[in-house]
């Protein structure tokens, strides 16, 4: 009796890749390997994207999609564009690797488009010049996105270390490190590393810290447009 092949659609590739990226990260991601996962031959996924950045594009539009779904406009502007990039940074911490998506991928779809666009929106009632807008939304962008990606990848290097060291965790080799420099050299550093302040990274607190400090830089660029 013949084999069966599996059903597959366009929904069943993303969610399959969702899957494959929560589990391997972008780093292993193969059309190869999605295909294996489907139960598939590798160029079947080619009648529904001709190419992984295509895919790539796909799954970013996805994440934008949510974002504009979960962002609820109020307020005046440093009001929305502050909520919008905690909406951003919520989507993007629970969908698997979509950092790395909306860096990689290009405004080549719809929800895309209109995720830049209600950013702007935010600004439009700003006297800031229209280049100025947009640079501003770029700012507040890849701030959120180089913030995740950061702790992504400091989880990443932590864990190549201790499998590399049998063991052995990076924070002892960072305290021996620091503790052989000088105090010219890494005082201060040392003194805040070993107070703990390093843990802060990644955290709600300093993720509030850096986009506060964004929010009152556009405004005084607002204030100075004014005077």
Request: glycine share 8%; hydrophobic share 40%; net charge negative.
């Amino acid at each position: 009796m013949k084999k069966q092949q599996p059903q597959i659609s366009e929904d069943k590739i993303l969610e399959a890749s969702w899957e494959l990226l929560g589990e391997e990260g972008i780093e292993k991601f193969s059309m190869r390997r999605l295909a294996d996962r489907l139960g598939i031959q590798a160029p079947s996924l080619y009648w529904y994207f001709k190419s992984k950045q295509k895919l790539y594009q796909r799954l970013a539009n996805q994440v934008s999609r949510m974002i504009l779904e979960e962002f609820h406009s109020e307020g005046d502007w440093k009001e929305q564009l502050g909520g919008l990039a905690v909406t951003i940074r919520s989507v993007i911490c629970r969908y698997p690797c979509s950092t790395q998506l909306m860096m990689l991928t290009l405004p080549l779809e719809p929800d895309i488009v209109r995720f830049t666009n209600r950013m702007l929106l935010c600004l439009e009632s700003t006297p800031l010049a229209q280049e100025q807008k947009l640079q501003a939304v770029f700012t507040l962008t890849n701030y959120v996105l180089g913030f995740v990606l950061d702790d992504y990848q400091d989880q990443l290097n932590a864990s190549a270390m201790l499998n590399q060291d049998q063991g052995e965790h990076p924070v002892g080799e960072m305290v021996r490190l620091l503790d052989s420099m000088s105090e010219s050299e890494a005082g201060l550093f040392r003194r805040m590393y070993k107070s703990g302040l390093y843990d802060l990274m990644g955290t709600d607190e300093a993720f509030e810290f850096g986009l506060n400090l964004i929010l009152l830089g556009i405004e005084q660029v607002i204030k100075g447009r004014g005077k």
